[in-house]
C-alpha cells in the first residue's frame, strides 16, 4: 500500500517562496508519475506540476510556469515543489499524488491518480 507524505507549506507573503516535499513509501512500480495538484475552495481540483519517474520529463501547468518547479529524488521517492513569486491566486490546499504509467501520465487529469496524501495548506497573502 503507497503511503505519500507531504511536509512544506504554509503562510507566505505575495512574492514569497515555499518547498513542498512529498515522499512515497511502499511503491512497488518502477516507473510511474508523481505530482501536485492544487484546489481552492469553491473550485475544481487543478494539475500544478507531475514528473515521470522513468526519465524525469514534467509537467508544469500554464499558471505556474516560470515560478515553480517540481524536481525528483530519485533514491528516496520524493519529490519537491519548488514555489517562487507566490501570488494570492496560489492558494490552494495542495496534494500529492501518484499513478502507474509511461511519461503520458503527466497529462492525466486527477481522477486517473489513485494514490493521495493528506494535503498541505499554501496560503499567500
Known amino acids: 500500500q503507497v503511503q505519500l507524505v507531504e511536509s512544506g507549506g504554509g503562510s507566505v507573503q505575495a512574492g514569497g517562496s515555499l518547498r513542498l516535499s512529498c515522499a512515497a513509501r511502499?511503491?512497488?512500480?518502477?516507473?510511474?508519475?508523481m505530482g501536485w495538484f492544487r484546489q481552492a475552495p469553491g473550485k475544481e481540483r487543478e494539475r500544478v506540476a507531475i514528473i515521470y519517474t522513468g526519465d524525469g520529463s514534467t509537467y508544469h501547468a500554464d499558471s505556474v510556469t516560470d515560478r515553480f518547479a517540481i524536481s525528483l529524488d530519485n533514491a528516496k521517492n520524493t519529490v519537491h515543489l519548488q514555489m517562487n513569486s507566490l501570488k494570492p491566486e496560489d492558494t490552494a490546499m495542495y496534494y500529492c499524488?501518484?499513478?502507474?504509467?509511461?511519461?503520458?501520465?503527466?497529462?492525466?487529469?486527477?481522477?486517473?491518480?489513485?494514490?493521495w496524501g493528506q494535503g498541505t495548506q499554501v496560503t499567500v497573502s
Open positions: 511502499g511503491y512497488t512500480y518502477d516507473t510511474y508519475c
Open positions: 499524488a501518484t499513478m502507474y504509467g509511461g511519461d503520458w501520465c503527466r497529462f492525466s487529469r486527477w481522477a486517473n491518480y489513485n494514490s
